[in-house]
């Protein structure tokens, strides 16, 4: 063990016939099995971790646990190098690399520690002064800060590990699986609850395992051993360990991440690396514990000041030696356990300074039968030693002369702080008990109880049930925050070593009038790091009080918010990642586009083909291409992703009637017809044809964006507002494929697959039909088109979609059938100026759109009432107009604002945009669609389409917005 | 993470529901009576209690109801629950 020169010969829950090699800055160790990162590190005599945050002081391992503020590393590297890891609760594994973190260029030698010589400058409230500089400066300084005041450096590249999510639930959730949490959950799942423990750490007994108790008479782990073991084989216990509970949310919902493989060396593939579970739990339990709170004396933050728990944790859980020559510092007996833990391991105590005045207890006076100097009364004044400590400066607190203690180890405990933050976060109230000097859960406001530790209850009385630990009676604890500096010096005396708070920043913040704690906090960031404040918020407001005067009580807390200890964002997303990150929507013939040269855009989740590339093609001379092949025969277009909502029952025309500005019961069966529909506030909202397949029975089509949103509403008016309308809806975009085959020859294509006489006086346009098609039985045949060709839209169930698309291929050879994509779709609809989500933006009326004339007099519809508002019928509303370049070849940029006189000086009066840009194959130029103010009136006027951002002007002029065959004739042929 | 009562499926995680709105306000029975200031009303002002109030929520990823919803707006209570064109109180 030459190697690990601070190990214990004896005890500790490690394996030592096991060696386990880490790497720390390079350097490579030797550590054993049940090590966590830290204790390895102190076995190897590494006592400088890390640098602080902002004066970049040397600092060393402080806590055994989650409270850790100093020991921040970054683990691994590559791709999953992970910064801010805690050194205290990371399990060691063979061949783990860590890193120093916050230093530059090296742990020993950082350049930014001359921060702490300018430490004056970088007072409270450091950001907001800087941020009221002028503003220019911040930009300048701005580098430099966020260079020299940081944490870890997170990995560039992508996580390649998995994560997942599970959902349980179950009658009680224990939180804690020391002795309360164990009792606890025993005599529930003796009673037959479904029960989930969870434990944060890799095993469970709490504090048992770190101190040398007696449960019955034996070794306290003998008992944790049996109660663990006996739930483990429980079949309705399910216990976690590793799992940390970190969020309490409403109704009793916890949110815990489990660790599974963070202390395995090399992952298994078929395991994620952490599982974030969300537990609804009838009654929870909160067994969270305590945490040790220091004393905030001068000079308190150098390597080898460490809670006094935590020292004799190393002792007794990991068997290292965190010192050879220590001195405590307390206000309390309890921490008279690590004076007798290290007396035991053979270290020397060269003092214990009590600020007590009379300490007469059980275990204080052990300490003092071994011979250790008990100083009642006193206070470290100083300490000394600059990458470890190796001198204390003590004096008695009413005044007098300073003594010294030579130390490679200074102990402090201030008492201990129950974790209420789940109770806190849970709604429950916390209430400050100035015996115990420290914040207690009391009301809850929902169904959950702190037991043990977490609710004051110290004693392993006040855990166990049906068994009996070794307690001693204790003296009163003296509660104290901080010491004073003696005369004359001005010791640093840390409240919030993260991120390097000072009891004088919080002198400074009472100074400058942040007195609330909620401003304290977010002034002087106290209690802002990773951990959350664990062992700095109390003595910050603690100080803060007695500057103001008051007691703690009046002084309160800030609110404690999720998570309680880090999470990892990977854990958070989950398997939601890449492509997983949401759903994608597929039409039916996905994989023939795919195959077929097919460019994609999305449509909400929905990929549609954007256009075919051909060699040599970009997406404006391939949308050119197919729009010409339509224009001039045939072709097809996998329309699949429109919504279809099946409307059936007695009511359905009224309730259409009702919903539409349009009328609909003397819509004849066969036919269909376009519907535009308003919001309640009067604007257009969506648009779309609905067919009538039976005197009750339509089929309804949405945009495909509101696909989801109108079926929402309908099914709102029919059971909130009209329930007595006997209608049913049902979503059946997923039930079909739908295709439009567009173009002059269309008829000639469709009547060779078709069982239906499709002559135009047979089924004339806007006619719709039930068929049989290619085949296929239970098609639907409509004759409406888009494109303002001849066209046809036929709908297949969806399994059938591609045998379809393929007749019509195969079919259509003969007659040049093509395919076409959205964007020349979308040419099409520019063309013949059909308006959609450019132009129905929810700013516009259907007066603004040119579909007024829709409105039906007769009855009233969703919007009517508000869509005659003074406002809503100006004049000088934006309407929907055409524009062409007056040179006739240059593009207009869709987003490019109307203007008179682009060389203005601003401001200058905007008419309008544009809306919608496209290519014209069939004008050979370009056009577009705009919302020009009291547009109606305004057609052959010339204006600018002004792109500022692009220094860019294009004379256009204003025309009608239907370029091509406005009569609509090629269409009805 | 709310806990809802679905009338119908009974109580659900609140990922299955959407939020409505405003469930105090109803859409006038005869629109063609309804003056301006009741339309302006019931489509723009909305109160915004704290304590107890009134919502529609969808049960969209369940059974696609609606329900109203009676909740405290400060603690996320569920009082009751019923089905949109219900009674709360019954």
Known sequence: MTGQPWRLENGGHIDRSCSLSFAFDGKIMEGHPGDTLASALLANGTRLVGRSFKYHRPRGIFSAGVEEPNALVELRTGNRQEPNSLATTTELFDGLEASSQNRWPNLRFDFSQVNGALSRFLPAGFYYKTFMWPANLWLTYEHFIRKAAGMGIASRESDPDRYESRSAHCDVLVVGGGPAGLTAAMTAAEIGERVIVLEQAPHFGGWLRREKRTIDGSPAMDWVDAVSTRLSAMADVRVLTRTSAFGYYDHNMITAVERVQDHVPKSDPFLPRQRLWSIRAKRVVLATGAVEQPIAFPENDRPGVMLAGAARTYINEYGVLPGRMAVLQTNNDNAYRSAIDLLDAGARVTAVLDVRDHVDGHLPNQVRDRGVPILQGYGVVETKGYFAIRQVLARPLVGGPVRRYDCDLLCVSGGWAPQVHLHSQSGGKVVFDAEKGCFLPSEARQNCVSIGSAAGLFTLKDCLKGANGDDVPEQAIKPTWSLPNAPGRHGKRFVDFQDDVTAEDVALAHREGYVSVEHLKRYTTLGMGTDQGKTSNVIGLAIMAKLKGQNIPAVGTTKFRPPYTAVSMGAMAGRAVGHHFQPLRRSPMDNWHHDNGCKWVDAGLWRRPHFYTRPGEDVNSAALREGRTVRAGVGIVDVSTLGKIDIQGPDAAELLNRIYVNGWKKLAVGKARYGVMLREDGMAYDDGTTSRLSENHFIMTTTTANAGPVLAKLEYYLQAVWPELRVQVACVTDQYAAIAVAGPKSRDVMQRLIDLDISNDAFPFMAAAPCCFAGIAGARLFRISFSGELAYEINVPADYGQAAWNALLETGREDGVGVYGIEAMSAFRIEKGHVAGPEINGQTTIGDLGLGGLQSEQKHNIGKSLAIREGLIDPARPAVVGLVPVDGKTWIKAGAQLVENPDAPPPVAMLGHVTSIAYSGELNHPIALALLSGGKERAGEELYAAFPLRNEAVRVRVVSPHFVDPDGERMRV | ?90
């Open chain 2, 1 to 90: 993470m709310l806990l809802i009562k679905c009338p119908w499926c009974g109580e659900r995680d609140m990922v299955e529901f959407t939020h409505g709105g405003d469930a105090t306000k109803v859409y006038p029975k005869d629109p063609n009576a309804t003056t301006s200031e009741e339309w302006h009303d019931f489509i723009y002002l909305r109160e915004n209690p704290c304590g107890e109030h009134v919502e529609y929520w969808h049960h969209v990823a369940g059974c696609r109801q609606w329900l109203k919803v009676r909740r405290d707006t400060t603690t996320h209570d569920i009082l009751t629950t019923a089905p949109a064109d219900g009674d709360l109180d019954t």
